[in-house]
């Protein structure tokens, strides 16, 4: 198949950005054409000779229009090229199927914001033109679906749920083997219960709860271990702050608990790699991926009171919690699972253009 993934930036940091060049590997693995459109580049990465790229230089048109002018000019270039399959991951309206990582919409209202802004409205028009466009949508969870049901009155049965896909060669509980090594590798205190934050948004991933429930938790055998992007300003003696960590399989096993109170995460991959590293989680009912979280692999709070995480946390410290070894699997959270699942509807669609051109 002629495949066009469209997205805004191609560069190497981002969980969509990566994402899109691990679509690009794994449908040249399957034998299809690739073909990439950006309006935004990095001019280090070389792509390999039998991937297309067409880049659309935006940078004289007002940033906060040039999606609308990018959307403008894929829709003369699909037009034109008759691809089999385009699968885009940004806000665009001429794709056979698009992801849906988040809305603004949503996002706006977990802040109790209206979109006032040009920004805003604009990301809300191609949010709407998206999503009420002819192709598929690939919501990351059922949250995402019932908010762009609700919020952009889109019907349901235009909406699939595609779990963002992990990488189960990566995050496996076969990691917690070296468990007591990686634990001095980051200097985990031994004497105490290590509650894992991992993100690069702290403040809407709920940081700022976490150093007040740990403020109240200093005499506790617990210690709370951030990493990620983000400045963090506390002086608590049982919070540590290691930054960026690349090996973040690495922190999964070595930690007790990944905690999540975010105020707003359409799914939270870190929930789905957590567990699949053996590790359990404490998360807020704002992360889309509770879903897949039961009391087997850990606790989801439906508030906000540092009180009751306080409780919660130590709560966890006493329970056994018993993930299955095959969770991955059940959940269809592999990569492999979530690339079937593109490419059969990307095959549906190749016959029906097929179709379409047929002679009547």
């Not at 990566?18 to 054409?33: C, I, P, V």
């Not at 979109?115 to 028009?125: A, G, L, N």
């Not at 919020?151 to 909406?159: N, Q």
Request: charge should be positive.
């Amino acid at each position: 198949m002629r495949i066009a993934l469209v997205h805004t930036r191609l560069m190497r940091r981002g969980g969509l950005e990566r994402r899109l060049f691990t679509y690009m590997e794994e449908f040249r693995k399957a034998g299809h054409q690739v073909t990439i459109i950006v309006h935004r580049r990095d001019r280090n990465i070389q792509l390999p000779p039998d991937v297309r790229l067409i880049y659309w230089n935006l940078n004289l048109i007002p940033k906060h229009f040039r999606i609308i002018v990018f959307d403008h000019l894929l829709g003369k270039l699909v037009k034109k090229e008759k691809f089999d399959f385009v699968f885009s991951l940004a806000r665009t309206s001429h794709q056979d199927a698009v992801l849906v990582p988040g809305n603004h919409l949503g996002f706006l209202k977990s802040k109790g914001r209206e979109p006032k802004s040009i920004s805003d409205k604009v990301q809300v028009m191609m949010d709407r033109r998206a999503y009420h466009s002819p192709g598929k949508l690939l919501a990351c969870s059922k949250m995402m679906k019932e908010e762009v049901m609700e919020l952009y009155h889109v019907p349901a049965e235009k909406i699939e749920i595609l779990y963002p896909p992990i990488d189960h060669t990566k995050f496996h509980s076969g990691l917690r083997q070296n468990r007591w090594q990686l634990r001095r590798k980051y200097q985990f205190d031994d004497q105490k219960k290590t509650f894992l934050f991992v993100s690069s948004s702290h403040y809407r991933k709920g940081l700022p709860l976490l150093l007040e429930v740990f403020s109240e938790l200093r005499d506790a055998p617990m210690e709370l271990v951030i990493a990620g992007v983000g400045k963090v300003s506390t002086s608590l003696p049982n919070v540590k702050n290691l930054g960026f960590i690349r090996e973040t399989q690495e922190l999964y096993a070595a930690a007790d608990f990944l905690v999540l109170p975010a105020i707003y995460e359409p799914f939270g991959q870190v929930v789905g790699e957590a567990i699949m590293s053996g590790t359990p989680v404490i998360i807020s009912h704002m992360v889309g991926a509770k879903e897949i979280v039961s009391n087997k692999e850990g606790i989801i709070l439906p508030h906000f009171q540092p009180r009751q995480w306080r409780e919660a946390l130590l709560e966890a410290c006493e329970r056994q919690f018993d993930i299955s070894p095959d969770f991955a699997a059940e959940h269809q959270l592999r990569l492999q699972d979530h690339i079937n699942h593109i490419l059969t509807y990307a095959r549906e669609i190749q016959h029906h253009k097929r179709g379409m051109e047929l002679p009547h």
